[in-house]
Nanobody, 117 residues
Framework: QVQLVESGGGLVQPGGSLKLSCAVSTTMFRIYYMAWYRQAPGKQREVVATISTGGSTSYEDSVKGRFTISRDNAKKMVHLQMNSLKPEDTAVYYC???????????WGQGTQVTVSS
């Protein structure tokens, strides 16, 4: 069973930055399209950013120009650099396979991001 371990969340002031990381426990990591998702209180989980096997990226409109997704196939990790954070970015962030392309693995515990002054 593949395990997903997200890290890097925390409390940050508006305008601040955080870098999230996700370790993926499969040797086949490089063949999967990956994504970051987030779930705010009382809302459904939504996709934030995706990255293909070749490194092509896409972003949800509200994070374009602020967030950057990347992957390290050698380390089997996916990252999310988040800049110019806003209170509306507050959520639990998860990584998983891109559910448009693949069935998701069991979800990890996520990492809490709180943007507040």
């Amino acid at each position: 069973q593949v395990q997903l371990v997200e890290s890097g969340g925390g409390l940050v002031q508006p305008g601040g930055s955080l870098k999230l990381s996700c370790a993926v426990s499969t040797t086949m990591f490089r063949i999967y399209y990956m994504a970051w998702y987030r779930q705010a209180p009382g809302k459904q989980r939504e996709v934030v950013a995706t990255i293909s096997t070749g490194g092509s990226t896409s972003y949800e409109d509200s994070v374009k120009g602020r967030f950057t997704i990347s992957r390290d196939n050698a380390k089997k990790m996916v990252h999310l650099q988040m800049n110019s954070l806003k209170p509306e970015d507050t959520a639990v962030y998860y990584c998983n396979r891109n559910t448009v392309r693949h069935t998701p693995w069991d979800w990890g515990q996520g990492t809490q991001v709180t943007v507040s002054s």
